[in-house]
Structures are given as structure tokens and as C-alpha cells.
């Protein structure tokens, strides 16, 4: 219900905005983004630009995972590794997007740029959450592990990984929706051919605000879904954990 009303509002406040705004050049009304929304959903070029780009940043969202989390084990055994690490995880944080995109764009092409820009952007988060899940672990459970001489492999399936749950599930819910809007930024900025960052690109140039606002409910759509796959992926693989007692 909260959920209904807080829409409602936000609904509520674009109107106005598009009524302040007349003839919608700078904001289009709600109805007309949708009627456009429509007409492009009704193209199979639309669905082109969807499937391309939610691969591309799936592809690196996952890939930020994996790694992160990888990461995130190595600098929780070796103080070395994440010694090293933390000059390049403080840099991923504060470096504008806007400026990796172009360096990226000098070394390579624009094809996989929104792949490249959503690891780098997800991957600090993910691994500071993880390896700080790991080390939040109950001190008691650990004294007994070590008491009954567990391995370190037994110890991170019924101690550090249900300690690094509800961190992993915050990181997943902030990166998610971030990865979108990442993602979609660098292909605005590398405009490869056939992207929603090209569409939006497009939308720009031409003053198409009714279009620009349809994309940006898919992206946010998009952004919505791979939040809630995660999650789900997430909670699958902690029941196959517990499962496998």
C-alpha cells in the first residue's frame, strides 16, 4: 500500500511538472511517455536495444560478483592482497564514470563498454560487503570450530556465509539498480550502435523528451528485475548451502 501511494505521488508531482512545462518539450506528461513506450515496444528494434544491453551489463554485473566476491576471500586470508587491493577499490569508488568511460574508449572499443564500466562501478561495494561480512562472524561460533578442529572451507559454509548474508544482500540491492544506471551512462557517452544508451543518445538530439522518459522507465524496470533476480539467486544459493548438510 505505502509502495501504491509513494507512485502515486511520484506520478502526481511528473504531471505537474509536465503541465508547468507546456507543449512537453522539457518534460513530456506521464500519458504521452507511455503511449510512447507503447509504440516502441511494438518494434522489434526496441527489444534489440533491451536484450543487447541488459546482456552487456548482466555479463558485467555478474562478473563483478564473482570477482568481488573471489577478491574479497583472498584479502580476508592474506592481509597482503587486500593491502594491494585497496588502492584500486578507493579509486573505482570516487572516479567519475564520465572519465572511464573515455580512457576506455581511447584503449578499446565502444562495443563492451557498458560490461567494463558496470564491473568496475559494482565491484568496491561488493567486495567491501562481503569481506566485512565475513569478518562480522560470531566469535563464539569460531572459538567452537576451532575447538572441534573444523577445516577453513567448513567454517565459511555454516560460520562467514550466513555472517555475510545481510551484507551481500544490501550490497546486491544498492549495485543492482546502480548497474543500470552505469551501464546505460557509458553507453550514452560510447553510443554503440544498436544500445539503449544509443536510443537515449538519440532522444537527446532530437528534443524527444516523450522518448527519453519511456526509456527511462525501462531502465528502471530493467533495473528493478536484475535486483530481484539477484536476490533470488542469492537466497537459492544459500538454501542449496543449507541443503547440503
Given at each position: 500500500m505505502r509502495k501504491a501511494g509513494g507512485l502515486l505521488f511520484l506520478l502526481a508531482v511528473w504531471q505537474l511538472l509536465s503541465l508547468h512545462f507546456p507543449g512537453g518539450l522539457a518534460v513530456a506528461s506521464p500519458l504521452d511517455s507511455l503511449r510512447t513506450l507503447c509504440?516502441?515496444?511494438?518494434?522489434?528494434?526496441?527489444?534489440?536495444?533491451?536484450?543487447?544491453?541488459?546482456?552487456?551489463?548482466?555479463?558485467?554485473?555478474?562478473?563483478?560478483?564473482?570477482?568481488?566476491?573471489?577478491?574479497?576471500?583472498?584479502?580476508?586470508?592474506?592481509?597482503?592482497?587486500?593491502?594491494?587491493?585497496?588502492?584500486?577499490?578507493?579509486?573505482?569508488?570516487?572516479?567519475?564514470?564520465?572519465?572511464?568511460?573515455?580512457?576506455l574508449l581511447i584503449l578499446f572499443s565502444s562495443s563492451g563498454i557498458a560490461l567494463a564500466v558496470v564491473l568496475l562501478a559494482a565491484f568496491p561495494l561488493i567486495y567491501t560487503a562481503f569481506l566485512a561480512g565475513a569478518r562480522s562472524a560470531d566469535g563464539k561460533l569460531l572459538e567452537?570450530?576451532?575447538?572441534?578442529?573444523?577445516?577453513?572451507?567448513?567454517?565459511?559454509?555454516?560460520?562467514?556465509l550466513p555472517a555475510a548474508r545481510e551484507h551481500l544482500t544490501s550490497a546486491l540491492r544498492v549495485t543492482a539498480g546502480m548497474a543500470w544506471k552505469a551501464g546505460v551512462s557509458a553507453?550514452?557517452?560510447?553510443?554503440?550502435?544498436?544500445?539503449?544508451?544509443e536510443a537515449l543518445y538519440g532522444a537527446k538530439i532530437y528534443l524527444a523528451t516523450e522518448e527519453l522518459f519511456a526509456w527511462a522507465a525501462v531502465i528502471l524496470l530493467l533495473g528493478w528485475l536484475m535486483e530481484r533476480l539477484s536476490l533470488c539467486l542469492l537466497k537459492g544459493l544459500y538454501r542449496l548451502r543449507e541443503a547440503g548438510a
Open positions: 509504440s516502441l515496444a511494438g518494434t522489434a528494434a526496441f527489444w534489440q536495444r533491451v536484450l543487447l544491453s541488459s546482456a552487456h551489463i548482466a555479463l558485467g554485473f555478474l562478473l563483478a560478483v564473482l570477482s568481488a566476491c573471489a577478491a574479497a576471500v583472498l584479502s580476508f586470508h592474506v592481509p597482503a592482497a587486500e593491502v594491494l587491493l585497496a588502492p584500486f577499490v578507493a579509486l573505482m569508488k570516487s572516479v567519475p564514470i564520465a572519465i572511464v568511460v573515455i580512457l567452537m570450530a576451532l575447538v572441534f578442529r573444523w577445516s577453513e572451507g567448513r567454517k565459511w559454509r555454516w560460520i562467514r553507453e550514452v557517452l560510447g553510443t554503440p550502435r544498436g544500445s539503449v544508451g
